[in-house]
């Protein structure tokens, strides 16, 4: 069974005290999307923001999402340079964004020291319809490495197109829970045994994915009751 650690605690605070090289860097940092204004970024909670009205579920709320785009780059461009000081020579770093912070988060990750390769887009089967427009169904996959991208042996070939739904009902954790089938495809990046960090982990799900496939997994998360919840899970994962 891979090992895995789960960090509580603010993501720039607790990065600076690691020093543990990683193989790959794969996260969800708070989009800080939504909202016309800067005053109604900051009025209204994560939740407001991406919980449809009709959801059938309670999920906690999380904090920091209501930076506007200057903050958002610089805070983001800190947090990603923490982890690019922790990442092995071609190890990746796989950022989710939305379509509205995609430039930014570009600029967040080339900042931080990272060589910006791609983007990888996640297609929602599931997603929320715009009237007299086109349907809002996918987000994005930021593809970074530092320096030139491991060699694998033997090669692997990654998909450049991901799909899958949020998880519903009892088995979403999160408010903005990514699914398992994704997370999965996208751990291949790193080598069999290596290390995963994720700075945002959430209820775990890269973790989970990571465990499954044979990799190693860092994890940090600041909500307390959010972090309880991806210890739980990743305490649960059986690779048998």
């Keep these: 069974m891979p090992e895995w650690t789960l960090h509580t605690g603010d993501s ?12 790959a860097v794969i996260c969800d940092p708070p989009y800080n999307s939504g909202g ?18 009709n959801a059938q579920h309670l999920l906690p709320d999380f904090d920091g999402d209501s930076r506007d785009q200057r903050g958002y780059t610089n805070w983001l461009s800190l947090v990603l340079a923490e982890t690019y000081r ?48 086109f349907r809002r169904e ?31 009902g009892t088995a979403r954790q999160h408010i903005t829970q990514k699914p398992l089938t994704v997370m999965r495809q996208l751990v291949q990046i790193v080598p069999p045994g290596g290390l995963i960090l994720d700075p945002f982990t959430g209820s775990g799900t890269t973790g989970e994915a990571a465990l499954l496939e044979g990799r190693a997994f860092l994890g940090i998360e600041q909500s307390p009751p959010i972090a309880a919840t991806a210890r739980t899970r990743l305490a649960a994962v059986d690779v048998a």
């Design 36 to 53: 016309r204004t800067n005053a109604a970024r900051r009025s209204d909670s994560a939740r407001g923001k991406y919980v449809s009205g």
């Design 12 to 23: 720039l605070t607790v990065l600076a005290t690691l020093a543990s090289p990683v193989d």
């Design 138 to 168: 996918c987000e994005y996959v930021l593809w970074g490495t530092r320096g030139e991208p491991y060699r694998h042996a033997p090669t692997v070939y990654l998909p450049g197109f991901v799909t899958g739904s949020q998880p519903r």
């Design 86 to 133: 922790l990442a092995r020579s071609g190890a990746s770093a796989l950022v989710f964004t939305d379509w509205a912070q995609l430039p930014a988060t570009s600029d967040a990750l080339q900042a931080a020291g990272w060589i910006w390769r791609g983007i990888i887009p996640w297609h929602k089967p599931i997603s929320r319809p715009v009237k007299d427009g």
